[in-house]
T-cell receptor, first 112, second 115 residues
């Protein structure tokens, strides 16, 4: 089984809908991240969490919120989805600040 | 501010050619970490290498090699004898040594290896 899983893998929704993307990990890592990937822009950080009680905004947090329900779970919500939030979303985990991040398979979100 | 520049947006080579992907970074820190990730057409992100700023020794892993030069703030990636399976988007990333800052990614270089 994959160490970092994301659900759903694909989602099509309409403008104004509330959407939640979920991330679970079995690696036992404290640090979790949400990124967004757009063509030609690389990966941009949305939110990150260094432990259950710690949530930090990333580069592009506007329009998003997160919840760290447990060490293993980190959810990303779009309260009212808009078309320019159409993108590929990645969750990642890491043991500490200096080691590599392990990425989930991604969620492709389309907002119509 | 931390910044990573991958000036090559797309590169196309013929199979068996060598290819170098450039990565230039900006940081005021003396200690930092550099990374390369691969994103094949299937979409997942695969970790390739991490390099500490104190370790300027070049690294080779099979057909892959990395050239780290602090003097030019570059961490370039070379694929020798490229293969079609090397076709992917490659990302360079930078992390400060502060302990509580996340990765900063470049915009990626799309490599196409043609048979």
């Amino acid at each position: 089984d994959a160490d970092v899983t994301q659900t759903p893998r694909n989602r099509i929704t309409k403008t104004g809908k509330r959407i939640m993307l979920e991330c679970s990990q079995t690696k036992g890592h404290d640090r979790m991240y949400w990124y967004r990937q757009d063509p030609g822009l690389g990966l941009r950080l949305i939110y990150y969490s260094f432990d259950v009680k710690d949530i930090n905004k990333g580069e592009i947090s506007d329009g998003y919120s997160v919840s760290r329900q447990a060490q293993a779970k980190f959810s990303l919500s779009l309260e009212s989805a808009i078309p320019n939030q159409t993108a590929l979303y990645f969750c990642a985990t890491s043991t500490d600040a200096y080691n590599e991040q392990f990425f989930g398979p991604g969620t492709r979100l389309t907002v119509l | 501010a931390q910044k990573v520049t991958q000036a090559q947006t797309e590169i196309s080579v013929v199979e068996k050619e060598d290819v170098t992907l450039d990565c230039v970074y900006e940081t005021r820190d003396t200690t930092y970490y550099l990374f390369w990730y691969k994103q094949p057409p299937s979409g997942e992100l695969v970790f390739l290498i991490r390099r500490n700023s104190f370790d300027e020794q070049n690294e080779i892993s099979g057909r892959y090699s990395w050239n780290f030069q602090k003097s030019t703030s570059s961490f370039n990636f070379t694929i020798t004898a490229s293969q079609v399976v090397d076709s992917a988007v490659y990302f360079c990333a930078l992390m400060r040594n502060s302990g509580n800052t996340p990765l900063v990614f470049g915009k990626g270089t799309r490599l196409s290896v043609i048979a």
